[in-house]
């Protein structure tokens, strides 16, 4: 993913910012058939751990990525140059974060909100009485 954004900002390229949002809202919405995941498990040598399906605080991360390349495509497409590299730049900025440091900053949101959910009791009251209402 870094690759492919430090590409699409050299370039300046809609069609592949595009893409890449696709591609992780795919990852997102369908995580048994991720993509990224499957070439990383097929590159890995014999014997190494496989990634399992991407749990919810990873989906939210590649959902929000998906996010920022859509718009920066959109941004691209219609010539807002400013916009296009200030979401480029943060979306390079939170790849290399994950890369150098270690922190996801699309995990780091999710827990957040569901620490804010929770705390609120929002999250726990909506599926306890939608569940008990339908018959789910």
């Given at each position: 993913v870094c690759v492919a954004v430090a590409i699409g900002m050299w370039r300046?390229?809609?069609t592949l910012?595009?893409?890449?949002?696709?591609?992780?809202?795919?990852c997102a919405a369908v995580p048994e058939w991720?993509?990224?995941?499957?070439?990383?498990?097929?590159?890995?040598?014999?014997?190494a751990p496989v990634l399992p399906p991407s749990p919810a605080p990873r989906r939210?991360?590649?959902a929000l990525a998906s996010l920022c390349a859509g718009v920066s495509?959109?941004?691209?497409?219609?010539?807002?140059?400013?916009t296009?590299?200030?979401?480029?730049?943060?979306?390079?900025?939170?790849?290399l974060a994950v890369v150098v440091g270690?922190?996801?900053?699309?995990?780091?949101?999710y827990y957040q909100v569901t620490r804010w959910l929770d705390h609120a009791g929002i999250?726990?009251?909506?599926l306890t009485s939608r569940s008990a209402e339908s018959g789910w």
């Open positions: 300046q390229d809609a910012f595009l893409m890449l949002s696709a591609c992780l809202a795919w991720n993509p990224i995941d499957r070439i990383y498990n097929a590159v890995q040598p014999d014997g939210t991360a590649m495509s959109v941004a691209i497409h219609m010539e807002a140059w400013r296009a590299w200030t979401i480029e730049g943060l979306l390079l900025v939170a790849a270690r922190f996801c900053f699309g995990s780091f949101v999250r726990r009251r909506r």
